[in-house]
């Protein structure tokens, strides 16, 4: 018998273990230090009105990788879904990520594509030939009163900080569209699962084989020698007990309300005036359209630093955090028959479908 450690029941502790799985000779134990697996995924039934709610924020399943949306389906029904995503500046409701119809009714103009485009060339900052920062790269993409109005306001209050202090490669790309398609994402495959996260999870971990053992805490002091491998899906930093100094991230938490009927009209919309206190609100009955509830159940989102006790959602990844995390990783080669997976441990962005994808990957690696 083998026998594997896995920290964490996200979606790369959940996918190894499911993997791992397949083989009966293999005994997996998966810990979290949670009540709960499913880590940031995980949804559940609100107890007042019945609405389906994904209580670390929103979770829409988009795709390019077709052998990651073929995978996932193999533990739930997932159904059609597209996200529409509207903002709100000075009053008025905009649609997002900016289109035709966003660029129109800014400018108050009714151009076709064409001269839309035109348009934007005119106004963007075409001088800017290396963007140095966050807002210059936004600059030289749409110019300086779209990024004002939808860029500037939500990325301090998403950061914490003025957007020239953020790195360009935040903003790797910024879509742009020239046509009247309000799809927020570009991937071919996007869904959400009928009957949750959670149940996908369940599916998951459900062989006879993987031993799920929540509420317990990760501790390097641990002894791993009994493992054949063990994957490793925690903070980085915590790993080796912070010896470099803690990686920061941005913390997101709610404030939840309901009310009768629907509340927005629409499942996220966001708040770009810096005076606004919150990022967006979530309203959760409609990322499930095919239900019908008479109450709903919205959250309105707030950003702020890391602290001991919160959860980490965004990593910053400025200079100081490269430097340390460039220390951390020749930690992590020195150790042997371990696997650091997933956004935590490796101090990346990820969407679900890449810490999949990567989560595939590395058991075809290693079987």
């Known amino acids: 018998m083998k026998k594997y450690l896995i920290i964490g029941s996200g979606f790369s502790g959940a996918v190894i273990a499911e993997q791992l799985s397949k083989d009966p000779e293999n005994h997996i134990t998966v810990v979290d230090d949670r009540d709960h697996i499913g880590g940031n995924c995980y949804t559940e039934r609100d107890t007042e009105t019945n609405v389906m709610v994904h209580k670390y924020g929103p979770h829409i399943f988009n795709t390019d990788n077709k052998e990651v949306w073929d995978y996932i389906q193999n533990f739930c029904e997932m159904v059609p879904f597209i996200n529409r995503v509207k903002s709100v500046y000075k009053g008025n409701v905009y649609s997002m990520p900016i289109n035709l119809h966003t660029i129109n009714q800014f400018f108050n103009k009714a151009m076709k594509p064409e001269e839309a485009k035109v348009f934007i060339e005119s106004v963007a900052k075409n001088e800017i030939d290396e963007p140095q920062n966050f807002e210059e790269q936004a600059m030289k993409f749409i110019g300086k009163d779209l990024y004002k109005a939808f860029f500037y306001g939500y990325t301090k209050k998403q950061w914490g900080c003025e957007p020239t202090e953020l790195p360009a490669s935040i903003l790797k790309r910024l879509p742009v569209r020239f046509n009247y398609n309000d799809n927020y994402y570009a991937n071919p495959y996007q869904g959400i699962p009928k009957d949750g996260y959670t149940a996908i999870f369940e599916k998951m971990l459900a062989s006879s084989n993987i031993e799920v053992k929540l509420n317990t805490k990760f501790d390097a002091s ?23 100094g803690r990686l920061s991230y941005r913390t997101v938490y709610f404030e939840k309300s309901v009310a009768e009927g629907d509340y927005q009209g629409n499942p996220v919309i966001n708040y770009a005036d810096p005076e606004v206190p919150y990022t967006r609100v979530h309203e959760h009955k409609h990322f499930t359209p095919w239900e019908q509830h008479e ?18 959602y965004y990593p910053k990844r400025l200079k100081d955090d490269m430097e340390k995390l460039s220390l951390y990783e020749d930690e992590v080669k020195k150790l042997d028959k371990i696997s650091f997976v997933g956004r935590l441990a490796t101090y990346r962005y990820m969407d679900m479908h890449h810490v999949i994808g990567e989560a595939l990957d590395l058991i075809k690696k290693i079987n």
């Open 295 to 312: 109450k709903t159940t919205y959250f309105t989102e707030y950003s702020k630093e890391t602290e001991g006790n919160d959860i980490p």
């Open 222 to 244: 641990w002894d791993l020698s009994e493992f054949e491998h063990v994957f490793y899906s925690g903070p980085i930093d915590a790993f080796f007990d912070f010896k470099y």
